[in-house]
């Protein structure tokens, strides 16, 4: 160690990105969740909260939960902003609040009103307070007024901070707030209206979590078929933080395979350290050191050296949290305090060291079984062959440990089985295609240019660069490739095949005493379109076969179903988009017991099927159903689907309004605008959601998950550069070598150029098939069997891999090997 760490920053590079990736994604996870966890009561807007849907909580408990503490509530609903001469519109996320709202934290606003001055009545107008957003896609300003339901109300204030935003969820529109007063003077709360009704409660600054389970039992035991959805200061926003534990271990998992290409790197710069101390390993052999004794010195070396890189990645991943604030704050809770995540830390250690042993390891054991008298006749390990089992087997282990720690700690440990899988199975198929690159070199034919000639002999020479090459680049290049497919994969059927199979709009909250009048309207504005009208409610799955939905252990992928409410519908015949797979349709004028009919993919991940029963919470009322039939649903047609179809009879005098899409292929923007016009002035309490919209802002939070994406394989591919640039570096000395003899018979500074160029390029567009093709196939996997969407090929996807995989081996190959053109031969004749 004293000689420098020369030769050995690409190992620490390599070691140091991917566990700065690992560290600093989990830090970041965890800062986001700690400050849920430590802000809980603000984010909650109480220390409980007890919500119900479509139906405000009655007498006897309201009168319950306000002896419980200081409460406040809030009822949520989406609905129609229009300008005051009818002629614009736009989705509002509506939220009511009273006097003493928030309980915790503040509502800020611009200017900074009280309650009373923002939302009470003057001269026959209450006030609003609302997002810019809203201000932007009206035109409007603060001192405007604006139109909801069937009043107009005056803009008081810009919203700056909402305290509870966050356990609201996410919304697809603005925020409009105003107060309880100001929503009853709205009219939009009507039969069967899509509202959320919550009840923040102040228990003290003394109480504990027991006492908020208690409080949470008592009021579910007086009140057992209310439909309570309970949520507590300690489980402020859930969805929020499944949904940031999920992607930052996905986010994990790439940042893993960056760690696993830089061990290429790390058994290149490993073998060329050895290769280049042979005389000091023949030494010691000759002095009577057993092999033994050479392991322990350089393995030693070897983890004091990864020590190194693991430390500065450690150190760059624990300051990731301090930048991301800068990036994240404002649109997710990220902690402020500098504070150091142990957990996160050391699950990147871990999965440094045991990295860098097992690519160490191999080359380790060779060096450890070369007699002295080879390592004074040969240049190097090339000739030594495989090391003794035991380092095989245990750097077998060591890769074993780091799949398992991988799967143990990850969200999806399905998902993780099949990335991990899949990255072992890369790495052999790696070292099958360098081998078929390295013998279809050896067997190609004698070509009369010799450049190329000179080129197709090193790609299958002793010591050749092609595993390496093929090893690094290609993994990055595949995972690369993967991503971009899935992510291009994903906008188009957002932007495009979406859009065309999809609804134009989605009607909602249409009164049974209007349907027959926004039906004719509909018609009479879209005489092309075809309307579908469905009767919906609003119910929670409580229990399957009278077991608490709570107590059961559900998969990752059906847990969205149980989350909070799902719409519910009844028919007497099979709804359009929907194919029975098992069971039968109930007759029509059915009359006996409550029958249901369950999405077949959903009920599966529950594992439910024909002839169990569900227990779904709807109005209050707890009831249950038998399901008699199973079907196959095209969510991704965006038309309407409910995973729960009832027997007719099930809800019978139950109130409700109903759903509705239109499909107007020929529709163009202009008529799009004239019909959401015209709904929305004729019917102001009815909440019309034009797809195009909701699409794009999909379309945004995309764009903005990519970009991480994108930032994690790139680390991943910058991992692979510069393991590419190790492995020219380690095959230096032997082209140095090469070279001098060359130039020695003749040979021109030109001819070399050439051949190594051609020798880069030939290897490089080896190794962007493979990407295209592994790429490929595991986007296709992923977009046709797990998304279920339709997966093409992207050519400009393709385009760009070879153009990137080429210019990194011709480019750096060139700038490597460049000294080694100018290198003097005396020094190496003499060693011949």
Request: one cysteine or more; charged letters at 15%; proline letters at 4%.
């Amino acid at each position: 160690m004293r000689g420098g760490l020369s030769g050995f920053y690409i190992f620490i590079a390599c070691i140091a990105l991917g566990t700065a990736a690992i560290a600093g994604v989990n830090s970041i996870s965890q800062s986001i969740t700690a400050a849920i966890n430590e802000e809980g009561r603000t984010i909650l807007g109480g220390d409980i909260r007890f919500e119900l849907q479509n139906r405000p909580a009655s007498e006897d408990e309201q009168t319950h939960l306000a002896q419980l503490g200081a409460m406040t509530s809030t009822a949520g609903l989406r609905s129609m902003a229009r300008l005051p001469d009818g002629s614009d519109q736009t989705l509002v996320e509506v939220k009511a609040v009273e006097a003493n709202y928030p309980l915790y934290g503040a509502l800020e606003t611009t200017p900074q009103l009280s309650s009373t001055d923002l939302f009470d009545q003057v001269d026959g107008y209450y006030g609003v307070a609302v997002a810019p957003l809203l201000l932007d896609r009206l035109g409007l300003a603060r001192g405007d007024q604006l139109l909801l339901g069937n009043a107009a109300f005056d803009i008081r204030a810009v919203i700056d901070l909402e305290p509870d935003a966050f356990s609201d969820g996410f919304g697809f529109a603005p925020r409009l707030m105003l107060s309880q007063d100001g929503l009853d003077a709205a009219g939009l709360i009507r039969t069967g209206s899509l509202v959320e009704y919550g009840y923040k409660i102040s228990l003290g600054d003394a109480a504990t979590e027991a006492d908020i389970e208690a409080v949470r039992i008592a009021t579910e035991s007086a009140f057992p078929e209310a439909g309570w959805s309970v949520r507590s200061r300690s489980n402020a926003a859930p969805s929020l933080t499944a949904n940031i534990v999920r992607f930052s271990q996905f986010l994990t998992l790439v940042g893993l395979t960056a760690l696993i290409v830089g061990g290429v790197g790390v058994a290149n710069a490993v073998r060329a350290y050895l290769d280049a101390k042979r005389g000091v390993i023949a030494t010691f052999k000759c002095l009577g050191a057993s092999g033994e004794f050479v392991f322990s010195v350089y393995l030693i070396q070897m983890l004091m050296v990864a020590s190194i890189g693991i430390v500065i990645g450690l150190v760059l991943g624990a300051l990731m949290p301090i930048a991301a604030q800068a990036f994240l704050s404002g649109i997710l809770p990220v902690s402020s305090d500098v504070t150091l995540y142990p957990g996160a830390l050391l699950l990147a250690a871990l999965f440094g060291v045991m990295t860098a042993l097992a690519f160490a390891l191999l080359p380790l054991g060779r060096a450890r079984n070369v007699p002295a008298t080879a390592l004074f006749r040969e240049q190097g390990f090339d000739a030594s062959g495989l090391p003794a089992r035991r380092y095989i087997i245990a750097a077998l282990l060591l890769v074993l440990m780091i799949a398992g720690l991988a799967i143990y700690t990850s969200y999806d440990r399905f998902i993780a089985t099949v990335f991990m899988g899949g990255i072992v199975f890369a790495f052999i198929l790696l070292r099958l295609v360098s081998t078929l690159i390295e013998m279809l070199a050896r067997r190609a034919p004698s070509v009369r240019s010799t450049p190329l000639r000179l080129a197709i002999g090193n790609i299958h020479r002793p010591g050749a660069l092609t595993p390496s090459v093929v090893l690094s680049l290609g993994l990055g290049l595949a995972l690369l490739v993967t991503l971009a497919l899935i992510d291009g994969n994903l906008r188009r059927e957002i932007s495009g095949a979406l859009p065309e199979q999809a609804p134009n709009f989605f009607f909602v909250d249409i009164q049974s005493s209007e349907v027959e009048a926004f039906t004719t309207l509909v018609e009479q504005e879209a005489p092309g379109g075809s309307l579908s009208k469905v009767p919906m409610l609003r119910g929670r799955i409580v229990a399957f076969n009278g077991v608490d939905v709570r107590e059961m252990e559900v998969p990752p992928g059906g847990e969205w179903v149980l989350r909070g409410d799902r719409g519910v519908t009844y028919s007497d015949t099979v709804p359009e988009n929907s194919v029975l797979t098992a069971g039968e349709w109930w007759p029509e004028n059915y009359s006996g017991e409550p029958l249901v009919s369950f999405s077949a993919e959903e009920a599966g991940e529950l594992g439910v099927g024909v002839g169990d029963a569900v227990t779904v919470n709807v109005l209050g009322r707890n009831i249950t159903a038998r399901i008699a039939s199973l079907r196959e649903l095209e969510w991704e047609s965006l038309s309407i689907n409910f995973v729960m179809v009832f027997s007719p009879n099930t809800f019978a005098g139950a109130p409700h309004a109903w759903l509705a899409t239109l499909n107007d292929p020929e529709a163009a923007p202009a008529d799009e605008s004239r019909i959401l016009r015209a709904v929305t002035n004729a019917f102001p309490t009815v909440t019309s959601v034009r797809v195009k919209d909701a699409l794009d802002v999909i379309n945004r939070l995309m764009g903005q998950l990519a970009a991480a994406i994108r930032a994690a394989a790139g680390v991943a591919l910058i991992t692979s550069v510069l393991v590419l640039a190790g492995a020219l570096a380690a095959g230096n000395r032997a082209r140095a070598h090469d070279a001098v003899v060359l130039k020695t018979l003749g040979a021109t500074r030109r001819t070399l150029i050439r051949a190594f160029s051609y020798e880069y390029m030939l290897i490089g567009l080896a190794t962007a098939i493979f990407a295209l093709v592994a790429g490929g196939i595991a986007a296709w996997f992923i977009v046709a069997r797990i998304m279920t969407l339709r997966s093409e090929f992207l050519p400009d996807v393709a385009v760009a891999t070879i153009v990137i995989a080429l210019v990194l081996t011709v480019g750096i190959g060139l700038i490597g090997t460049w000294r080694v053109l100018g290198q003097k031969a005396a020094p190496v004749l003499r060693n011949l």
